[in-house]
C-alpha cells in the first residue's frame, strides 16, 4: 500500500526527536505491507474524525501513530508523543546532547537544510 502523510501529520514528523525516527520509520514501513493487520481500532473515541482509524502506539520511542486506509492508501493523520493527542511540540533535540556545542549545531543546521530539500 502506498504511504501518505496528512499536512499536519508531516509537521509532525519532522518535530520528532532524532533518537525516535529510526523506530518511527520501521513502523511506518510495516505499514506500507500489514496495515490492515496491525493496530487498534479508535472506534471507542466520540470524535467523529477517529472514525474508520486506527493507531499504533510505539512504546519504547513513547510515540503515536494514527493512520487510516483509504482506497489502497495509508494515510498517516497524527505522529505525536504518546501522552499528547491535540497538540505538537517543538524539536527535541536533547538526544544530541553529549555533541560539543559547535558540531551539535553543525548537525542541527544539517538536518535541517536536508529537511528543506526533501521537503521541496
Not at 5 to 28: H, K, M, P, R, T
Not at 39 to 60: F, N, Q, R, V
Request: overall charge negative; aromatic content about 10%.
Amino acid at each position: 500500500m502506498a504511504i501518505r502523510f496528512d499536512a499536519g501529520a508531516a509537521q509532525e514528523y519532522w518535530q520528532l526527536d532524532i533518537s525516535v525516527l529510526d523506530e518511527v520509520n520501521q513502523a511506518i514501513d510495516e505499514l506500507s505491507y500489514r496495515a490492515n493487520e496491525v493496530g487498534e481500532e479508535l472506534s471507542h473515541y466520540s470524535d467523529p474524525k477517529c472514525a474508520c482509524c486506527k493507531e499504533i502506539t510505539l512504546k519504547e520511542a513513547g510515540i503515536r501513530i494514527v493512520f487510516r486506509i483509504t482506497n489502497d492508501v495509508v494515510e498517516i493523520l497524527r505522529v505525536v508523543p504518546a501522552s499528547k493527542i491535540m497538540t505538537s511540540e517543538a524539536p527535541n533535540y536533547t538526544a544530541l546532547d553529549h555533541f560539543p556545542g559547535n558540531h551539535r549545531n553543525e548537525f542541527i543546521l544539517a538536518i535541517q537544510k536536508w529537511k528543506q530539500e526533501y521537503e521541496h
